[in-house]
């Protein structure tokens, strides 16, 4: 019977753990929301037109973003005298690449589409992420660059994960790691924010984003620009 009681007291407790984490989650990804501007500010958010500039392996590269949200997608990418772009909607996506030696755009892979089309929502992931169906765990805190973080792991419909990890202090997203699948062959790809400004409808918006693939600075955001269908489709002459 003792061994009884202290098996009831143990899942008590266990109980009153699991609650508590839940309530701790839930109050800091309700003050990482309200300090990125809170939900009524990023759902404004309806297109985006971005310019920036990424310095990779000693080259500059001009990217252009133009988006529609939970519709459509385009990053126009300037390099070497050259001009590509990524196009992706809500059915499909292609690629054009001439410095990378393509000829004219190729339509992406099926696992490369359900990956591209988690981006086309663009408020922040938590604020969205029960929208999209994905599943949310609290890792507890661990330190990213010296700075206590909350980490975070967000799985989707497709099982690719991300974990995030929210400055403990600011509760802005300092960084970001995504494990996708493609082709049946795991990838692993982190992303560090910094430089948050905030933008006249009240959110703040990362001004510096850094990757494996080099560092971006953010030089303009259009809010709410309007953007004809004809950015979004393939142009008639097929480059």
């Given at each position: 019977?003792?061994?009884?009681?202290?098996?009831?007291?143990?899942?008590?407790?266990?109980?009153?753990?699991?609650?508590?984490?839940?309530?701790?989650?839930?109050?800091?990804?309700?003050?990482?929301?309200?300090?990125?501007?809170?939900?009524?500010?990023?759902?404004?958010?309806?297109?985006?037109?971005l310019?920036?500039?990424?310095k990779?392996?000693?080259?500059?590269?001009?990217?252009?973003?133009?988006?529609?949200?939970?519709?459509?997608?385009?990053?126009?990418?300037?390099?070497?005298?050259?001009?590509?772009?990524?196009?992706?909607?809500?059915?499909?996506?292609?690629?054009?690449m001439?410095?990378?030696?393509?000829?004219?755009?190729?339509?992406?892979?099926?696992?490369?589409?359900?990956i591209?089309?988690?981006?086309?929502?663009?408020q922040?992931?938590f604020?969205?992420?029960?929208?999209?169906?994905?599943?949310?765990?609290?890792?507890?805190k661990?330190?990213?660059?010296?700075?206590?973080?909350?980490?975070f792991?967000?799985?989707?419909?497709?099982?690719?994960?991300?974990?995030?990890?929210i400055?403990?202090?600011?509760?802005?997203?300092?960084?970001?790691?995504?494990?996708?699948k493609?082709?049946?062959?795991?990838?692993?790809?982190s992303?560090?924010?910094?430089d948050?400004?905030?933008?006249?409808?009240?959110?703040?918006?990362?001004m510096?984003?850094?990757?494996?693939?080099?560092?971006?600075?953010v030089?303009?955001?259009?809010i709410?620009?309007?953007?004809?269908?004809?950015?979004?489709?393939l142009?008639?002459?097929g480059?």
């Amino acid at each position: 019977m003792k061994t009884m009681k202290m098996l009831v007291v143990a899942m008590l407790l266990m109980s009153g753990v699991q609650v508590a984490n839940a309530q701790t989650s839930e109050e800091i990804i309700n003050k990482h929301i309200a300090a990125i501007g809170g939900k009524d500010s990023w759902n404004k958010l309806k297109t985006l037109k971005l310019e920036g500039t990424i310095k990779a392996q000693g080259a500059e590269i001009k990217l252009t973003i133009y988006q529609v949200d939970k519709k459509a997608k385009r990053e126009n990418i300037a390099l070497m005298g050259m001009t590509g772009y990524s196009i992706v909607t809500n059915t499909e996506g292609w690629n054009f690449m001439p410095f990378q030696g393509q000829t004219k755009p190729e339509p992406i892979t099926a696992d490369e589409l359900k990956i591209e089309q988690n981006d086309l929502y663009l408020q922040d992931e938590f604020i969205t992420y029960q929208e999209m169906g994905k599943k949310l765990e609290f890792l507890g805190k661990d330190d990213f660059d010296g700075t206590e973080c909350f980490k975070f792991k967000m799985t989707d419909k497709n099982a690719q994960e991300t974990t995030y990890f929210i400055d403990a202090n600011t509760y802005f997203t300092l960084k970001q790691t995504n494990k996708i699948k493609v082709n049946g062959q795991e990838m692993e790809n982190s992303m560090v924010f910094a430089d948050y400004k905030s933008q006249p409808e009240g959110f703040f918006y990362p001004m510096s984003i850094s990757s494996g693939f080099g560092e971006m600075q953010v030089t303009k955001i259009e809010i709410n620009p309007t953007l004809e269908d004809s950015l979004f489709q393939l142009p008639k002459e097929g480059k």
